[in-house]
């Protein structure tokens, strides 16, 4: 209890073992099978303990004469091999499970994000939503901003990855869950976060991709359905992204991301 108490954690972060708090059912889920597993192990950790004490005291050194030799015990030997794979089947199982509904996939999510990742900066599409000119509208990061990914709650997204140089990730910490950008290949995942998740989370890189992968950061703007419908209607008519979230009540972030301008990504954000 004094170190519980000391470590500064709260109840919530205990009873969690120290896995944090996500924003989708996928990391909920994720949530359940960690607790699980910590349970499972504390369960055999005390186990094998007791086991280690009975047996330093039960058997602890009372005078010279050498114990009774034993060659082998067969029933305790059969326990101790079938009881691990056991448990090992028990995780596996759930772990399946688990991975299983992270990875699945809907035939129609319900909004459809493209991912693309640049050294050293973040271009999101939305290839369904066309301006004027018939053309995906989105955000593009610059040297001086970094670029904001707006989705709504309560709604399946998918997320479409694409990379034009080297392997890059696609990581939001509230997610969760990260996945790995790779040029020549398309990746992609869903999730949906909860409603009563909006707000404004942090996006970075989560794979080594150069001199500037550091400074390689992107927001996550949850909004409410309603609020990302006005925000659509906005960025068709011709609004940057940081106008489009003024106009639905929603502060943009202006962070300066790279110490240096490049031709490729010096571009003004749409």
Request: aromatic share 12%; with cysteine; net charge neutral.
């Amino acid at each position: 209890m004094t170190a519980l108490t000391l470590s500064g954690c709260s109840t919530e972060e205990v009873l969690r073992f120290g896995w944090p708090k996500g924003i989708t059912p996928q990391a909920d889920q994720m949530m359940d099978l960690w607790t699980g597993s910590v349970i499972a192990a504390l369960a055999v950790g005390v186990f094998v303990w007791g086991l280690i004490f009975w047996a330093v005291i039960r058997y602890r050194k009372k005078s010279d004469e050498l114990p009774t030799q034993t060659r082998f015990n067969l029933p305790i030997e059969i326990l101790y091999t079938a009881v691990p794979f056991l448990i090992i089947a028990v995780l596996f199982y759930y772990t399946a499970i688990v991975q299983t509904f992270v990875d699945k996939q809907k035939a129609n999510p319900d909004v459809t994000v493209s991912v693309v990742a640049f050294k050293w900066n973040w271009q999101f599409l939305y290839p369904e939503e066309l301006d004027a000119d018939r053309q995906p509208i989105g955000t593009i990061g610059s040297t001086e901003q970094i670029p904001v990914l707006v989705v709504p709650t309560g709604e399946r997204i998918r997320f479409v990855e694409t990379s034009n140089d080297v392997i890059h990730s696609f990581w939001v910490p509230a997610l969760l869950f990260k996945r790995d950008v790779i040029p020549g290949r398309t990746n992609s995942f869903e999730a949906t976060i909860n409603k009563g998740e909006e707000g404004a989370y942090v996006g970075r890189c989560a794979e080594l991709c150069g001199t500037y992968h550091a400074n390689m950061n992107f927001e996550l703007r949850a909004v409410t359905s309603e609020k990302f419908d006005q925000f659509i209607a906005a960025k068709k008519s011709g609004a940057s992204t940081y106008d489009a979230l003024q106009s639905i009540g929603e502060s943009p972030t202006a962070t300066t991301t790279h110490p240096f301008k490049t031709k490729r990504d010096a571009r003004t954000p749409s």
